[in-house]
Nanobody, 122 residues
Framework: GPQVVESGGGSVQAGGSLRLSCLAS????????MGWFRQRPGKEREAVAA???????HVAHSLQGRFTIAHDNGPNTLSLQMSNLKPEDTGIYYC????????????????WGQGTQVTVSS
């Protein structure tokens, strides 16, 4: 069945950059929506960025200017480029994919990756 796999997490000092990659596979078609979410220590999971069913890219307002996304390796991939990282960006970053044509970029996703840890030290 469909699978979502993230890669690229790690540790970085404040002000540094990291690039996460996501691959959605195992389906005859490309996903309609893909998104990045994160769960920071002591906080609920939150949306970071997403691509909608028309391939429009969205980044959470509070992260605009530092985070960008792109389908840089095909429509079933979604990279998350993070720059000027801050300690409060520390958390587990999850990629998700949805193959329903009426998906919403910030909506419910059926398929999730295992998550990748991002640690930003001050």
């Amino acid at each position: 069945g469909p699978q979502v796999v993230e890669s690229g997490g790690g540790s970085v000092q404040a002000g540094g950059s990291l690039r996460l990659s996501c691959l959605a596979s195992g389906h005859a078609f490309n996903p309609y929506c893909m998104g990045w979410f994160r769960q920071r220590p002591g906080k609920e999971r939150e949306a970071v960025a997403a691509s909608d069913s028309e391939a429009r890219l969205h980044v959470a307002h509070s992260l605009q200017g530092r985070f960008t996304i792109a389908h840089d390796n095909g429509p079933n991939t979604l990279s998350l480029q993070m720059s000027n990282l801050k300690p409060e960006d520390t958390g587990i970053y999850y990629c998700a994919a949805e193959w329903s044509w009426d998906c919403a970029p910030w909506g419910d996703y059926k398929y999730w990756g295992q998550g990748t840890q991002v640690t930003v030290s001050s």
